[in-house]
């Protein structure tokens, strides 16, 4: 498992102002507020991977490391991708990092980062339509809001893209999603920051605040 940190705020005996999580490598690493607790590890496996005893659950946690955060009162992992509607909703965040199959590396883009977490967010025109118009399809009425190609640091290539989507008949949500690929190209880093388009607005800058904090670095032997 990854390293959870909660740093103390330096005046006086105030609490824990944030939560700093890192991976199995300590590579890669960011913060949320401290108040906000972390999805039980076993629940988020299940949901994500299914059967923890099946060999396909096994082969993912193998090349996966997941984490999230609730900010909301009675967090549950349902709320990764919809939550209360309104003011009343609060933000998620999940964050992964999957190691590269060979065949994986050789076929990496920006738009495989853009895609890093399995929503449909890189597609040419024509497979957005036949997306939209198919009605097993929950991911409905896409909206790309911002999308940016992060400078080069050290190797590490990224990018981060902000859009909506209308999942079935709930209230439009908004995603921010920072993507990077590792300096060796054998991994990707990804955070999914999710809140009702209501409260992404409301919350933007204590938002974008746990995205720039999303970094993706060499240790120091390496």
């Known amino acids: 498992m990854g390293t959870v ?10 609490g824990p102002q944030y ?3 890192r991976d199995d490598d300590g590579e890669t690493y960011f913060k949320v507020p401290a108040a906000w607790r972390e999805i039980d590890r076993k629940t988020l496996d299940s949901k ?10 096994q082969a993912q946690k193998q090349s996966n490391w997941i984490v999230a955060f609730d900010a909301h009162a009675e967090p549950s992992v349902d709320h990764l991708l919809s939550g209360s509607s309104g003011t009343e909703d ?8 999957h190691k590269l199959s060979e065949s994986e590396q050789n076929q990496v883009s920006l738009n495989v980062l853009r895609n890093s977490i399995g929503l449909p967010v890189a597609m040419s025109d024509t497979d957005r339509q036949q997306l939209e118009e198919n009605p097993e399809n929950p991911f409905k009425n896409f909206e790309l809001l911002a999308d940016q190609v992060l400078p080069a640091q050290e190797g590490v290539r990224g990018v ?3 859009f909506n989507f209308q999942l079935l008949d709930g209230p439009v949500q908004t995603f921010d999603e920072t993507a990077y690929l590792s300096a060796d190209g054998t991994q990707i880093s990804t955070l999914l920051i999710r809140c009702s388009a209501t409260c992404y607005r409301q919350r933007a800058t204590e938002i ?3 995205a720039q904090s ?3 670095k060499r240790l120091l032997n390496q």
């Open 5 to 14: 940190v909660a740093a103390l705020v330096l005046s006086g005996c105030a």
């Open 19 to 21: 939560t700093y999580v």
């Open 48 to 57: 994500l991977f299914g059967d923890p005893d099946s060999a396909t659950a």
């Open 90 to 97: 609060q933000p998620f965040v999940f964050a992964k990092v």
């Open 160 to 162: 981060r893209s902000v």
């Open 208 to 210: 974008d605040n746990i």
């Open 214 to 216: 999303f970094k993706v």
